[in-house]
């Protein structure tokens, strides 16, 4: 390319640039401001450059020929210089900026008061921890509940014993005529999941359940999870081996034996109530060990069993087809059988003493010994 261009001053307009003086000009431009102006006085409307490109359009067609490639350069190369050199003068302020603005991240920052993870958030997070290892997916459910999906869906129909055992708190009908009531426990979830998603089906339902009583071990609030596995030809076995693997998954220990005694749920069949084996260890009963130890024993932690034919008909799903089992714990119990509490009340109190002894760091890991399987 020629260093000089000179514009067709038969048109009126005579400008003439040295391609080099422009870009050492461009390269060696001190600031930002005086690089942008730079660019106005040669790319700008009235513009060196600008001013040559107009030319062309005076210009016979064997001039344009010859000049219009060499102007186009020309306008491309200043382009690219004054690109170039904003880029470095940019990175450069960066530097400078970041050079002096230093932040002393070393300084203690002042600590005002921390809140804390609830026991029951807490056991719920590494409930969907465990099951989400072994395929299970987490499902909720509404907490104000219809009796339909509540108790006759499962096998309890309105004159059945079964729902006396529930001590229900009901609200007024619904418009529609459905009773509706607070949830008793979290087995509508099955009904809820089982009606709208397709088998197979893994899923956890935990979540808050009401039932009108109150001890040391019963809160009219508390909280369950429930469990549930549809497919083709599951059986008693795969429970058991689900439950264990959850129950040795949960302690943190691989010691755990489970004992399934027979029982009853209008909702299963067979049903089994699940007992583990625990033993006194330094004045503390801990799950694991020998339960027929001088100083071991069982008790009982959740209830299960296989899908009633009629509960999986309800939902609109072939029971000769889709078989599976089920299963119902109390979260509270599993969080004050892990971290050792006593008193079901002192859970919803809301008693900051309690909430720091007892309650985990937000930013905790959950402490699970390398979760299902390890
Ligand atoms: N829903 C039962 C209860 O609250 C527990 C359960 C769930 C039992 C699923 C068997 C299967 O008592």
């Given amino acids: 390319m020629d260093s000089r261009l000179r514009g067709n001053d038969e048109c009126g307009v005579a400008v003439t640039i040295e391609n080099q003086d422009a870009l050492s000009e461009i390269a060696s431009?001190?600031?930002?401001?005086e690089l942008e102006a730079i660019r106005v006085r040669m790319l700008g409307k009235s513009g060196t450059i600008t001013a040559l490109l107009k030319t062309l359009g005076g210009m016979t067609p064997e001039q344009r020929q010859a000049e219009g490639p060499k102007i186009h350069a020309l306008r491309e190369a200043v382009t690219q210089a004054i690109a170039d050199r904003k880029a470095t003068l940019e990175g450069a302020a960066l530097e400078a900026r970041?050079?002096?603005?230093?932040?002393d991240m070393s300084l203690p920052v002042s600590v005002g008061m921390q809140g804390s993870v609830h026991p029951v958030a807490q056991v719920m997070d590494e409930l969907a921890e465990i099951f989400a290892d072994l395929g299970f997916a987490v499902a909720t459910g509404?907490?104000?509940e219809d009796d339909w999906h509540n108790f006759t869906a499962l096998n309890i129909p309105e004159t059945h014993p079964a729902r006396a055992m529930h001590d229900t708190f009901y609200f007024p009908d619904a418009e529609d005529g459905r009773k509706m009531l607070l949830r008793t426990h979290t087995s509508p979830?099955?009904?809820?999941?089982?009606?709208?998603?397709?088998?197979?089906?893994r899923i956890i339902a935990p979540g808050r359940t009401y039932r009108s009583d109150s001890d040391a071990t019963h809160t009219p609030m508390f909280h369950q999870v429930e469990g549930l596995v549809i497919d083709r030809g599951i059986h008693m076995g795969h429970l058991k081996w689900t439950l264990e693997t959850f129950v040795k998954a949960f302690f943190e220990r691989d010691d755990i034996?489970?004992?399934?005694?027979?029982s009853f749920f209008p909702f299963t069949e067979p049903s089994a109530e699940v007992d583990v084996g625990f033993t006194w260890e330094k004045g503390r009963r801990v799950i694991g060990g020998d339960p027929t130890a001088a100083n071991g024993g069982w008790m009982e932690i959740l209830g299960s069993g296989m899908v009633h034919s009629r509960v999986i008909a309800n939902?609109?799903?072939d029971p000769d087809e889709w078989q599976g089992f089920a299963f119902g714990c109390g979260i509270d119990r599993?969080?004050?059988?892990?971290?050792?509490?006593?008193?079901?009340?002192?859970?919803?109190d809301g008693d900051l003493r309690w909430l720091k002894h007892y309650g985990f760091a937000a930013l905790d890991v959950p402490t699970l010994s390398g979760g299902v399987g390890a």
């Fill in 334 to 348: 599993l969080a004050m059988l892990k971290y050792g509490m006593d008193d079901l009340r002192a859970f919803f």
């Fill in 257 to 262: 034996v489970l004992r399934l005694r027979p």
């Fill in 315 to 317: 939902c609109g799903l």
């Fill in 142 to 144: 509404p907490e104000i």
């Fill in 98 to 103: 970041l050079a002096t603005e230093k932040l």
């Fill in 189 to 201: 979830v099955q009904i809820r999941t089982m009606m709208t998603e397709k088998p197979p089906i």
């Fill in 29 to 33: 431009a001190a600031t930002l401001a």
